[in-house]
């Protein structure tokens, strides 16, 4: 913990009593967050340990992120006292807008810094590609192509508290027959045509004759007539750079020039065309310039999932959970089939930074993160047991090199809440939390655990913390 109350004073004079001609150059950095630290900089607060450990952390977060697929609900808590920052890696497919919500739960509002990186090149380097507007918690992207994007979200310095963040995908076009869903595709683009003759440069939607038939973008009708193929058709030149095809109509709603938004009915569904023999359908093709057709499946696919719901306990968040099995593995996802971190003993501890779905997202007292499934986790409101520990040093860190908080001189038990390794973590009466470690200890209590790790061995359990 740090003292707060000289950063605090430094940073409001900066960012509230300081005209925006003293903290930005002539040329402004391309995000929120730059521009922010930016002012640190101006400040001279980047010189502080404080200062560059913000720094640090949101470059670290970019070099280790947690990767997630979408959608997905994350609710998690970030410690005003030591400056952190969350980043998480995910596929993004052409056609899908990502939707960002982000909402903050504090006694004193904070500001975060959203931003989106795209990984390109190899090795991949991350590229700033979009931010949330200053002062909003919302952020919208569409890509381009396919890729590998990174969202990495850091609160202000000196600032944090509850957060819940929900990232999801929806279609970046309007589906387009009105009343229907992405359910109702059946025939998907690249499929053979003609005994292999040519491929399928669509999809299709099968519907009622004459279920309206809409815009899918914004866009100019180019042409409205009939072909061999198609029947009676109708392209539209979108505001996006893509013209859009339309086939098998029943009906054709408007003609050559007229300008559509979407959502626009411009025509029936019908089978015209060399669709005569099968059922009633819209044939739905999207065409870019300089590289022919393009999948419009991710386009107009309307997303069913929503992002699992929570189910931990979210009191724990900011505390510490301990394993409750005899072993646990701490993964790098939250998922029964992410990498193995690291294989956790029973009573093990970890710090609680955020949940998804039922697993936990911990740190483990070494600094190592990961996700522990929830349900080999308990509360560590309850001691596991007591021991004497008078004489022997009450540690910062589990680590014997670690920072000595007091000498212990109670010669009564302290509460044992868990281990790491060697540690125990324990409570003194005055209620301050530490690590003793056996071979700090005085030699009864030295002695004692070689009692029970003898005893243990003979009932062929494991040391009980």
Not at 16 to 35: H, T
Not at 216 to 225: E, H, N, Y
Not at 407 to 433: A, C, H, N, Q, Y
Request: hydrophobic share 35%; with cysteine.
């Amino acid at each position: 913990m740090r003292s707060r109350s000289i950063f605090v004073l430094a940073i409001c004079l900066l960012l509230y009593g300081c005209a925006p001609s003293d903290l930005l150059e002539a040329v402004r950095p391309s995000s929120p967050y730059e521009r922010y630290a930016r002012s640190l900089r101006n400040a001279g607060l980047d010189e502080t340990a404080l200062g560059r450990d913000w720094i640090s952390a949101g470059r670290g977060a970019l070099a280790n992120t947690t990767p997630v697929d979408l959608p997905l609900r994350e609710t998690g808590y970030l410690s005003p006292d030591d400056p952190e920052a969350r980043a998480w890696q995910f596929s993004l497919a052409e056609g899908r807008r990502l939707v960002i919500n982000l909402e903050t739960i504090a006694a004193d509002p904070f500001r975060v810094y959203l931003d989106l990186f795209e990984l390109r090149g190899k090795p991949p380097e991350a590229t700033l590609v979009a931010s949330a507007e200053e002062g909003t918690v919302q952020l919208e992207f569409e890509p381009e192509r396919d890729g590998t994007f990174v969202l990495r979200l850091q609160p202000e310095l000196l600032r944090g508290g509850r957060f819940t963040i929900t990232k999801e995908t929806r279609a970046a076009l309007t589906f387009p027959i009105e009343g229907r869903e992405g359910q109702n595709i059946a025939s998907s683009f690249g499929d053979s045509r003609d005994a292999g003759g040519r491929e399928h440069q669509g999809i299709d939607i099968f519907a009622p004759r004459g279920a309206r038939v809409v815009a899918a973008a914004d866009g100019l009708v180019s042409s409205a007539g009939t072909n061999n193929l198609g029947g009676k058709v109708i392209w539209v030149r979108t505001s996006r750079g893509q013209s859009h095809y339309y086939a098998h109509l029943d009906a054709q709603l408007v003609g050559a020039g007229t300008r559509v938004r979407a959502g626009d009915p411009i025509g029936t569904v019908g089978n015209t065309g060399n669709a005569r023999t099968t059922a009633p359908h819209l044939h739905f093709g999207i065409y870019r310039g300089g590289s022919g057709p393009i999948d419009p499946y991710p386009f107009v696919f309307t997303e069913t999932a929503r992002p699992a719901s929570v189910t931990v306990d979210t009191e724990a968040l900011g505390s510490w959970r301990r394993v409750s099995t005899r072993n646990a593995r701490l993964r790098a996802a939250p998922a029964p089939t992410a990498s193995i971190v690291r294989d956790l003993p029973q009573h093990t501890v970890a710090f609680v930074e955020g949940a998804v779905r039922d697993w936990y997202r911990v740190r483990l007292p070494d600094g190592t993160a990961g996700f522990l499934s929830g349900q080999l986790t308990e509360s560590t409101v309850e001691p596991l047991r007591t021991v004497r520990a008078g004489g022997a040093q009450l540690l910062e860190r589990p680590n014997a090199s670690a920072v000595s908080i007091e000498t212990l001189s109670t010669k009564r038990g302290l509460p044992v809440f868990g281990r790491f390794g060697d540690f125990f973590l324990v409570r003194t009466p005055g209620g301050v939390e530490g690590w003793i470690h056996l071979s700090l200890s005085p030699p009864d209590m030295a002695m004692r655990r070689d009692r029970e790790h003898t005893a243990n061995k003979r009932r062929s359990a494991p040391f009980p913390i």
